[in-house]
T-cell receptor, first 111, second 114 residues
Framework: GEDVEQSLFLSVREGDSSVINCTYTDSSSTYLYWYKQEPGAGLQLLTYIFSNMDMKQDQRLTVLLNKKDKHLSLRIADTQTGDSAIYFC???????????FGAGTILRVKS | DAGVTQSPTHLIKTRGQHVTLRCSPISGHKSVSWYQQVLGQGPQFIFQYYEKEERGRGNFPDRFSARQFPNYSSELNVNALLLGDSALYLC?????????????FGSGTQLSVL
């Protein structure tokens, strides 16, 4: 079945790197996503990775995928106070827009 | 271009009533999906519509229904509201129904059932 798990909370100092982790159970997942949600807002797509990739880098964001362990991580370099939000990991299959989300990780950045 | 727009932004209903939520996708997007986000949890998939037909359905009771119009906008209807239906309802649009596409979310409708 489909299940995505994330740690609930992460606190970092401004300027440090943040690493948010996620595990998923469905080995047939094709795409894995990271979304950001700020208070009172919808979801903002940060990045996504195809399951045949190991790593993807986009400016301050680095996504690492360990398909064998079904582990996905998001690293945010030089974390800023504006990065404080809830981060969701999600998986999907090849067809359709059904995403399965984790419960979210609250990132708190201290200045 | 406008993003995904949803209306209303907030809604208060009482148990047993019905509600209609509306969504306009990004111009040119033909697929609309609906998600329910209960406080403290991640969004859960309710429906996907593409070219006015239902293309996927999550594990929600028949009290939940939706439709898509020729202009690709969509409505989500919930009948016989329960307290547990209180949630943020998110609409997302994409160009097609394929996976791996960028899925763009609206800001949601916050539904409170009293």
């Amino acid at each position: 079945g489909e299940d995505v798990e994330q740690s609930l909370f992460l606190s970092v100092r401004e300027g440090d790197s943040s690493v948010i982790n996620c595990t998923y159970t469905d080995s047939s997942s094709t795409y894995l996503y990271w979304y950001k949600q700020e208070p009172g807002a919808g979801l903002q797509l940060l990045t996504y990775i195809f399951s045949n990739m190991d790593m993807k880098q986009d400016q301050r964001l680095t996504v690492l995928l360990n398909k064998k362990d079904k582990h996905l991580s998001l690293r945010i370099a030089d974390t800023q106070t504006g990065d404080s939000a809830i981060y969701f990991c999600a998986e999907s299959m090849e067809y359709g827009n059904k995403l399965v989300f984790g419960a979210g990780t609250i990132l708190r950045v201290k200045s | 271009d406008a993003g995904v727009t949803q209306s209303p932004t907030h809604l208060i209903k009482t148990r047993g009533q019905h509600v209609t939520l509306r969504c306009s996708p990004i111009s040119g997007h033909k697929s609309v999906s609906w998600y329910q986000q209960v406080l403290g949890q991640g969004p859960q998939f309710i429906f996907q519509y593409y070219e006015k037909e239902e293309r996927g359905r999550g594990n929600f009771p028949d009290r939940f229904s939706a439709r898509q119009f020729p202009n690709y906008s969509s409505e989500l209807n919930v009948n016989a509201l329960l307290l547990g239906d209180s949630a943020l309802y998110l609409c997302a649009s994409s160009l097609t129904r394929q996976g791996g596409e960028k899925l763009f979310f609206g800001s949601g409708t916050q539904l409170s059932v009293l």
